[in-house]
């Protein structure tokens, strides 16, 4: 499948925020030709209990699961690994400060030698929301204000910019990157594929494989209506179940041969969900997932 490009998911909740790990398995992945490392972002943890309103289908996470911040993690893995691309999937993007994420993610395009890809969304959580200052009503309106922004931020030497949430005035970020960090979208529904045919370089599929499927199908549609090529659009698929959980080998292989086929660009291995004590665990089944093998 050397036309597919291959990932692995960091299994961010079932390490335990452990540094050692995060280290091991970047490595690894690498070395076992790996094209990317993709992490899962939330900032903020929260207790489902009692809230109102509910938190989305009562998950998937709580205030017991850890994730590492992903472009940190990122900063991080670029200074240990030469080839690995490094992929948000995805970045919670309205619940934090466009111009701030916009330097940030220049620095670790820097420091990579242009290895980052932003997989951005609105999330679920409406207390991480809260706790971080912004609306979780407007989540979605922010979103596509700030992906023309950070684009704009990423690459003029000098501008201005009024917009309902965000503005600047003559100001910039320096060191911008050598080339705009691509964005995708992520996401299930009709206003987030409408989103992604207007806007992103790519969009990123989760949960079952016939849902991934048919919405990439829809996109494809949409982007003919917008005058775009789907053929010089990205498209991603998280192999998972729908639980969430990471296929299991044949079935991993199966799908990456079928999401191939069906036009799909980039998969991503999920170990997740399959109940691996360790890292070690983890790593034999991207050990048995790898490219060019199966």
């Known amino acids: 499948m050397t036309d597919l490009a291959v990932g692995a998911v960091y299994p961010q909740t079932e390490l335990g925020g452990d540094p050692r790990a995060l280290d091991l398995i970047g490595r690894q992945v690498e070395s076992l030709g790996f094209d990317y490392l993709l992490m899962y972002d939330h900032v903020v943890g929260a207790e489902h209990a009692d809230r109102d309103p509910p938190l989305w289908n009562q998950g998937p996470y709580t205030d017991h699961h850890p994730f590492h911040e992903p472009l940190i993690a990122f900063a991080y893995l670029s200074g240990i690994t030469r080839t690995l691309g490094f992929a948000t999937g995805v970045m919670i993007l309205p619940q934090r400060q466009t111009v701030l994420l916009a330097k940030q993610a220049a620095e670790v395009a820097l420091l990579s030698g242009g290895r980052l890809r932003l997989g951005v969304g609105t999330g679920w959580n409406h207390v991480e929301y809260t706790a971080l200052g912004q609306s979780f009503a407007d989540r979605g309106a922010r979103l596509t204000e700030q992906m023309g922004f950070l684009r704009r931020l990423w690459q003029e030497p000098l501008l201005s910019f009024s917009g309902r949430f965000d503005r600047i005035e003559r100001g910039n970020i320096l060191p911008r990157p050598a080339e705009p960090v691509p964005i995708w979208c992520g996401g299930f529904t009709e206003p987030a594929f409408r989103r992604a045919a207007r806007l992103a370089d790519g969009f990123i599929f989760a949960g079952p494989l016939e849902g991934a499927l048919g919405g990439w199908s829809r996109l494809q549609q ?73």
Do not use: I, K, N
């Not at 775009?228 to 296929?247: H, K, N, S």
């Not at 080998?249 to 170990?271: E, I, K, N, Q, S």
């Open 222 to 294: 949409l982007l003919v209506q917008e005058g775009r090529d789907p053929a010089a659009f990205g498209a991603e698929y998280m192999l998972q179940d729908a639980t969430g959980a990471g296929l299991s080998v044949p079935d991993a292989r199966l799908a990456m041969a079928r999401w191939r086929d069906a036009g799909g660009t980039h998969a991503a291995v999920v170990t997740m969900g399959r109940g691996y004590r360790d890292a070690d665990e983890h790593l034999a089944h991207l050990y048995a997932c790898r490219p060019g093998h199966g």
